[in-house]
């Protein structure tokens, strides 16, 4: 079972690029490396999945270093509209593969400021 | 707008009393899956069923249960309420590619305060 560990907290400022690192030391050779984002009162949204290397969308990138032991979600100018909290999920996310195993911890809190 | 809808929105309901929850997934995914948000626990996983059947079971209570109907909607049955059952209940669908879950559709949730 693989925990991640994520700074409760982060602040930034307007047309800043953010990093949040998630730290997931027992990462398991199956384990998928999954992002979302949750704001007050809503649901999460995915916005990042990758198994290693970088992975990029339209809204994030995410960057898996060799050993697999940690990650970084990469927000590019953040606004007003990102604060919010973003979790970071490692595991198997093969059908069948456990995924009752997935742990949604505590999150980031990140505030971003005018 | 994820696709998933859950009513209801909020729930008020007293301590001892039993209360259903209702899921619809996104058109087309066959998964759906039950989460507890309270402010002291964080996000946790409770059940998953695909396609009618049981797949994966979290953190849930034996007062609690849910079951997938044909037409794919779920229900979350909670009883015998306590004062900590109150919390947020998001249910969640996905589509699975390639043997693969990529992401999960969060619904708006259902707000549960148990008096």
């Known amino acids: 079972l693989a925990k991640t560990t994520q700074p409760i907290s982060m602040d930034s400022y307007e047309g800043q690029e953010v990093n949040i690192t998630c730290s997931h030391n027992n990462i398991a050779t199956n384990d998928y490396i999954t992002w979302y984002q949750q704001f007050p009162s809503q649901g999460p949204r995915f916005i990042i999945q990758g198994y290693k290397t970088k992975v990029t969308n339209e809204v994030a990138s995410l960057f898996i270093p060799a050993d697999r032991k940690s990650s970084t979600l990469s927000l590019p100018r953040v606004s007003l509209s990102d604060t919010a909290v973003y979790y970071c999920?490692?595991?198997?996310?093969?059908?069948?593969?456990?995924?009752?195993?997935?742990?949604f911890g505590a999150g980031t809190r990140l505030a971003v400021h005018p | 707008d994820s696709g998933v809808t859950q009513t209801p929105k909020h729930l008020i309901t007293a301590t001892g009393q039993r209360v259903t929850l209702r899921c619809s997934p996104r058109?087309?995914?066959?998964?759906v899956y039950w989460y507890q948000q309270s402010l002291d626990q964080g996000l946790q996983f409770l059940i998953q069923y695909y396609n009618g059947e049981e797949r994966a079971k979290g953190n849930i209570l034996e007062r609690f249960s849910a079951q997938q109907f044909p037409d794919l909607h779920s229900e979350l049955n909670l009883s015998s309420l306590e004062l900590g059952d109150s919390a947020l209940y998001f249910c969640?669908?996905?589509?699975?590619?390639?043997?693969?879950?990529?992401?999960?559709?969060f619904g708006p949730g259902t707000r549960l305060t148990v008096l």
């Open positions: 058109s087309g995914d066959l998964s």
């Open positions: 969640a669908s996905s589509v699975e590619a390639s043997g693969r879950i990529r992401e999960q559709f």
């Open positions: 999920l490692v595991g198997d996310m093969s059908v069948g593969g456990g995924y009752n195993k997935l742990i």
